[in-house]
């Protein structure tokens, strides 16, 4: 199987720290893989590469873009800010904007430790 789109690798540390650092404060991070070729489909191709990438966050695997539609998707990297009552706040697409996605995770956090 081959890695990951380069923009979805070159996020991936980001994302698997912030998973990391705000898991205690409650941040809750779930990688969706949905594929693009028919190997990336075969759920033992994608446990390796979690693995071998360092993703120790759950990932849904997504073969039928079920999740892809119902978010109206049509980005790798997507990434979703979903508050703690379920609604999506922000979205980013593709690369770059580190900071900003984090203060805006920790702004998400401050939040849900008010209520």
Not at 2 to 14: A, F, H, M
Not at 26 to 35: D, E, F, M, R, S
């Amino acid at each position: 199987m081959p890695p990951p789109c380069i923009n979805c690798q070159r996020s991936l540390p980001y994302v698997n720290a912030w998973a990391k650092k705000y898991a205690k404060e409650g941040l809750v991070v779930i990688g969706v893989h949905t594929p693009e070729y028919e190997e990336e489909r075969v759920v033992e191709n994608v446990r390796q590469q979690v693995k071998k990438l360092g993703i120790e966050y759950p990932v849904a695997i997504d073969n039928n873009s079920v999740i892809w539609r119902a978010f109206d998707n049509q980005y790798w990297p997507a990434h979703y800010f979903i508050d703690a009552k379920g609604q999506v706040r922000a979205t980013h697409f593709g690369e770059g904007m580190y900071q900003q996605q984090e203060q805006f995770i920790q702004r998400l956090l401050a939040e849900s430790h008010e209520q």
